[in-house]
Nanobody, 124 residues
Framework: QVRLAESGGGLVQAGGSLRLSCEDS????????TGWFRRAPGKEREFVAA????????DYTDSVRGRFTISRDNAKNTVYLQMNSLKPEDTAVYYC?????????????????WGQGTQVTVSS
């Protein structure tokens, strides 16, 4: 059974940093792409970033590009999301997800497995 576990969320002041981690159970069929999504209160789930299996290709939504960095350590079955210069509008529950496909990776339906999410709150 595939299980994803996010960690690293918390409360931080605007301008601060957090690093989220997403660890999978190691039972996933490889290769796969890992994505981060977020859902703010009253809003739809939105794409944040994605990274392919080898780590050679990454993608970011415009609002986080230059502030967030996605990376992975396959030996640890873990993907990271380094978040710098955080803003109050980054406040959301952050989810990681796995996709075995190569297309439409900004869309939630392209992902087969999801974690439970970790709360990130940025105070002004």
């Amino acid at each position: 059974q595939v299980r994803l576990a996010e960690s690293g969320g918390g409360l931080v002041q605007a301008g601060g940093s957090l690093r989220l981690s997403c660890e999978d159970s190691g039972r996933t069929v490889r290769p796969y792409t890992t994505g981060w999504f977020r859902r703010a209160p009253g809003k739809e789930r939105e794409f944040v970033a994605a990274i392919n299996w080898s780590g050679t290709n990454t993608d970011y939504t415009d609002s986080v590009r230059g502030r967030f960095t996605i990376s992975r350590d396959n030996a640890k079955n873990t993907v990271y999301l380094q978040m710098n210069s955080l803003k109050p509008e980054d406040t959301a529950v952050y989810y990681c997800a796995l996709s075995g496909g190569l297309l439409r990776l900004r869309l939630p339906f392209s992902y087969n497995y999801w974690g439970q999410g970790t709360q990130v709150t940025v105070s002004s």
